[in-house]
């Protein structure tokens, strides 16, 4: 006589797909070096600056927009000089006992320890940000957000190593909105619009935006003008009434008053004073999306309380 019995098997979520166990954006006003115990990969992408190391493989000394893979390692060095800023993310891309073992891409053998992004950068900064905004929330759906940003940048190293001119897959209704509003450029901003372009009342827009990306479309869209207003500021010799118009400030006393209000600053201190140009540039940080010069680390019990059940049945004779 057949009967049927059934087995359950629980797979933690630890045990597929790749783990990030840290993450976080760094920037340093000063020359410093770090010297880490590396039991993960990391994965950085610098910014601005330059960071050097001293790895198993050899010195390695890697500029904005270079993409880092270091390898786990027992003695790991870094440097950074004046106003170096970088993404980093401490990936276990494999379970025990395979965690220290190294991908290999059919285009280049094992990730490369650098890799130089080019026009992709832009790209890639966005998937680390989205690893840093969602690795410390709690809950499944934030856990496989975090698998998929670290899976779309080894797809765009991929290509990137390939020469692939390809551009990544699109981004989101909502993710395309975001860019836009954070854009410096591109006509003027008008939420009523976007909301009607989304499909979605105004109200409903302004709740989901925040809710997603952690601030106001007014505040993303204030800040990134303030960010640019910033850079330009410090790296160029433009007046300061060309860049305000540029930026859709009201004159040279439309910029000035938005500075006092969310710096604390003037575009003359910004100017002139280094020190406080690098200041400004940490406010900017930590009213974004995440802390900066932090460990942005998962809930401590997500990994435990988060399964997938996998449900076999089987017949017997």
């Known amino acids: 006589m057949a009967r049927k019995k059934t087995a359950n098997s629980i797979v933690g979520l630890s045990q597929f797909g790749p783990q990030v166990l840290n993450a976080g954006f760094f920037q340093f006003e000063k020359a410093m070096e770090f010297r880490y115990e590396l039991k993960l990969h990391h994965l950085i992408l610098v910014e601005r600056g330059q960071l050097d190391a001293s790895t198993p493989s050899g010195p390695v000394c890697a500029k ?48 490369p320890i650098q890799t130089p992004t080019g026009e992709a950068v832009g790209h890639f900064r966005g998937l680390f940000e989205s690893i840093c905004v969602e690795l410390p929330q709690a809950g499944s759906p934030h856990h496989f ?37 954070a854009s410096i450029e591109g006509g003027g901003f008008s939420p009523a619009r976007l909301a009607q372009e989304l499909g979605v009342s105004e109200r409903h827009f302004q709740r989901v935006f925040k809710q997603r990306f952690g601030m106001s479309p007014g505040t993303c869209r204030m800040r990134a003008r303030l960010g640019e207003a910033v850079r330009r500021l410090r790296e160029t010799d433009e007046p300061v009434k060309s860049i305000s118009y540029s930026l859709g400030f009201d004159g040279a006393k439309g910029l000035t008053f938005a500075m006092k209000k969310h710096l604390g600053l003037t575009a003359s201190q910004l100017r002139f004073d280094p020190e406080t140009g690098s200041k400004s540039l940490a406010i900017l940080a930590s009213h974004g999306l995440f802390p900066g010069n932090t460990h942005i680390l998962p809930p401590t019990d997500r990994l435990d309380l988060f399964w997938a059940r996998v449900t076999v049945s089987e017949r017997e004779m």
């Open 145 to 181: 957000r975090v698998q998929v940003s670290v899976f779309k940048i080894l797809a765009l190293l991929a290509e990137t190593l390939a020469g692939s001119s390809r551009p990544p897959l699109p981004l989101d209704a909502w993710e395309r909105i975001h860019l836009r509003v």
């Open 64 to 111: 904005a927009g270079d993409l880092l893979c270091f390898r786990p390692s027992l003695d790991m060095v870094y440097r950074v000089t004046p106003e170096t800023a970088f993404y980093q993310a401490s990936v276990q891309f494999l379970p025990p006992p395979n965690h220290l073992l190294t991908p290999e891409l059919p285009e280049a053998g094992l990730i």
